[in-house]
């Protein structure tokens, strides 16, 4: 086990340690189980608030061959340690993953097609304001509104917090990349302590938006809270004024039901990182391409 996973603490499903990765023929072991049968029916899944864990739901109920396929919902750390020993063992596993994630530059892993559409086509992240923030705090409205990076950033800060922490890691980030930095914060004033409320998913990718731009705010002088929370009540902090902004919708699907339930009563700034994408994902070593490949339960 990598050293990063040391200190979470999991469930793991008898059901889910797996014995080998063929397609139907015997494994060096002598099974003849294909890999539907190896895998239990079941697809390693996140928390079950996630956005991707409700595509995932949508899939296996519309896709024909996954009738009897179950979504074991977890958290995000015990979906990684299962994707973890499964690559160790060079075992079968299909997980709910997006990205950007560091998972991908960690492992060599694949999407499996998605004919039907239902995990979702490529997004964008957002960012998102209360109404009246822009009147009351021109300046920081236009660094959240200035704000754009790229995936290869993102997973840069996801990739090194895992060996220390986010806002370590974004501190460093905004130390090398000052001039990036100084885009976002052109025709912006410093301030004195004014306070800004800042919620945020758990998810590594709206972490590293949020404590980068956390580091970046705080160097305006402004105080920041940052606040991890649900996406159905991050939503709903911003609309109810709760909460002044948050870099974590994923827009025009993960988030939808979300947004258009709230849409009324926040701002959308647009876009702060394009090519996100949610699906389902294996290791590269696994002789399937397609949701479709996988087996009806019998």
């Known amino acids: 086990m990598n050293m990063r996973f040391v200190g979470m603490t999991f469930g793991v499903s008898a059901a889910l340690i797996l014995t080998g990765c063929g397609n139907g023929e015997a494994t060096e072991n002598g099974s003849n189980e294909s890999i ?13 608030g996630a956005g991707v864990t409700g595509l995932a739901h949508q899939t296996v109920d519309e896709y024909e061959n996954l009738a009897g396929w179950e979504l074991e919902e977890s958290s995000t750390g015990g979906m990684l340690t299962m994707l973890d020993q499964a690559i160790e063992n060079e075992e079968p596993i299909v997980v709910t993953g997006w990205t950007p994630h560091w998972m991908f530059s960690e492992y060599d892993l694949k999407y499996l097609e998605d004919p039907k559409g239902t995990m979702g086509e490529v997004e964008s992240i957002h960012t998102i304001a209360r109404l009246g923030f822009e009147e009351e705090n021109p300046d920081a409205y236009q660094i ?30 905004v130390e090398a990349n000052q001039e990036q930095v100084d885009v976002w914060l052109e025709g912006t004033e410093q301030v004195d302590g004014e306070e800004i409320e800042i919620v945020s998913t758990q998810w590594g990718t709206e972490k590293a938006s949020s404590t980068v731009m956390k580091s970046v705010l705080e160097q305006q ?74 087996e009806l339960k019998e």
């Open 36 to 48: 539907s049968e190896q895998l239990n029916y079941t697809i390693t899944g996140i928390e079950p």
């Open 144 to 173: 959240l509104d200035t704000f754009h990076w790229e995936v290869a950033d993102m997973e840069a800060v996801m990739l090194e917090a895992q060996g220390s922490s986010f806002e370590e890691a974004s501190t460093n980030w």
């Open 221 to 294: 002088g402004y105080e920041v809270t940052l606040t991890d929370i649900d996406p159905a009540f991050l939503f709903e902090a911003i609309a109810n004024g709760e909460a002044d902004a948050s870099l974590s919708p994923w827009l025009p699907t993960t988030h939808a039901s979300f947004y258009e339930k709230n849409k009324d009563e926040i701002v959308d700034l647009g876009e702060n990182l394009t090519g996100t994408r949610t699906g389902f994902v294996v290791p590269a070593y696994m002789d399937i391409d397609s949701i479709e490949d996988l």
